[in-house]
């Protein structure tokens, strides 16, 4: 492959790896998808439970930090992202959620034509292979797995009846665009392995001629002739080298690298460009803005069986059954993860459908992926869906290896502070139900000493952290939006030839986990982009 390609991908997250596959699928166009992070050889990558040992790893995590967050006591909050084939699709908690059917249809409202639940639902089931069977919201063909977990927990029906008990009713699918209910996840595996987006999109795509994959090659800018794209600078082995875009340059590096990218390439707000000495190509004031992300509140219980993974953990030959069971039956705790039970519900009585999220964790540690308790424990991890807080990403500096300015403002909306309490006291609530009660030995955490508002506002402060989903700071949306950064086939206004397609785009958070909404939004743009190429060339060149 030469020196020049059709389309440059710059990520091989969620949204890079099926962009790769399907824009060199029909075989008339040339890609090169570029990863900053090395190959997906990691085992600990592929078992499921595995996350708990990329959670720190920096070879295939990028392990940023927030700068100071002045609503939660001045902390930096550790923000892990995928650094490797898959993103983080390959170092996610493996759940499977689309997000609620108003979620889509505020997109389109805002704007955005073609974005509503049901032209989006076409696309979820056309990515999808689901063990529940045909539906119809369902899909039973597609490369991304959906799989239920089968073996029943003690503790996820203990917690399953509790929620019942507290009018919850109970379900076993929660992508139906109707979330409200508590039952166990469907997870991203198959067979005992993890399937990442890797796995899915870019294992089958792998031989082809026209398909170049650079891996450790981190893109440092995109360079425009005019209003147009036309290359992409990067390094690779401690050189700058220079790849050209016959069609097409699409950033998929995720709501925190794409939004650097464009800022270094002279794409952003003119004055936060210009501070930094980069030439102005495009004011666009809303890259890197409206930032969003899930604060996650993680209640600890001490558990008064001995029947948690940190049982399992603390012991030679817990451990050891553990390896055996996946080694075998590809089954057990290495198969599953950590988070089984779910639960969506409204904690706010004014809410008309489903505000909270909860992630039941059958163990406990004092961080996620740090070293578990020393009793039997479990975790009760809940987030506010919608939060209206928002924050930024901007760089820093012109060096593109120095980590942009990242700061979430969690709880900086009166609504969302409200909501993180009301979320402790439904948790509090269900923990103090029978069956969960009879199973909780104490609140480990925030303890019996957080009891009114404030106190337990200051837990949320004090021990809240990233859920794992930042997005919407190159926002989607019209010209007449002064924040939208691109348009509803997600090409940069402004910009001939250059496309965001990853969770960056997204103008509001979907309800829940945002891996199957990104890889939703990649197939989408997949087709824009393809029905693009279709259409006879303006001009061959790339214009001067």
Known sequence: MSQAVDYIIVGAGSAGCVLANRLSENGKHSVCLLEAGPPDTNLWIHIPIGYGRTMFDKDVNWGFYTDPEPNMLGRRIYWPRGKTLGGSSSINGLIYIRGQKQDYDHWADLGNPGW?????????????????????????????????????????????????????????????GVQEGVGYYQLTTHGGWRCSSAVAYLKPARGRSNLRILTRARATRVILQGSCASAVEYQIGGQSRTLKANRE???????????????????????????????????????????????????????????????????????????????????????????????????????????????????????????????????????????????HVRIQSPDPLQPPSMQPNYLDAELDRRTAIAAVRLARRIADTEPMKDLMAREYRPGLDARSDDEILHFCREHGATIFHPTGTAKMGPRT????????????????????????????????????????????????????????????????
């Not at 639940?117 to 039973?140: A, I, S, V």
């Not at 012991?315 to 996946?326: E, I």
């Open 116 to 176: 509503s639940w049901d032209e989006c639902l076409p696309y979820f089931r056309k990515l999808e292979h689901n063990d529940l069977g045909p539906g119809p919201t369902r899909g039973t063909d597609g490369p991304l797995y959906a799989s239920s977990i089968r073996a029943r927990h003690e503790l996820v029906e203990a917690f399953i009846r509790s929620a019942e008990a507290n009018g919850i009713p109970r379900t076993d699918d929660f992508n139906t």
């Open 481 to 544: 939006d002064p924040q939208a950064v691109v348009d509803h086939h997600m090409q940069v206004h402004g910009i001939d030839r250059l496309r965001v397609v990853d969770g960056s785009v997204m103008p509001t958070l979907v309800s829940g986990n945002t891996n199957v909404p990104i890889i939703m939004m990649a197939e989408r743009a997949a087709e824009f982009i393809l029905a693009d190429a279709a259409r006879p060339p303006v001009s061959s060149e790339v214009p001067h």
């Open 249 to 391: 340059v699409i950033l998929c590096a995720g709501a925190l690298l794409s939004p650097q990218l464009l800022q270094l390439s002279g794409i952003g707000a003119a004055s936060l460009v210009q501070r930094h000495g980069i030439p102005v190509v495009r004011d666009l004031p809303g890259v890197g803005e409206n930032l969003q992300d899930h604060l996650q509140l993680r209640l600890i219980y001490e558990v008064t069986k001995p029947i948690t993974n940190n049982d399992q953990l603390r012991s030679l030959w817990g451990r050891a059954r553990m390896g055996l069971q996946w080694l075998l039956f590809r089954s057990g705790p290495l198969a599953i993860g950590i988070n089984q039970g779910a639960l969506f519900c409204r904690a706010l009585p004014e809410s008309d459908r489903p505000d909270v999220q909860f992630h039941l964790g059958t163990l406990s540690a004092d961080l996620a992926g740090a070293k578990v308790h020393d009793f039997s424990g479990c975790t009760y991890s809940v987030c506010q869906l919608r939060p209206e807080s928002r924050g």
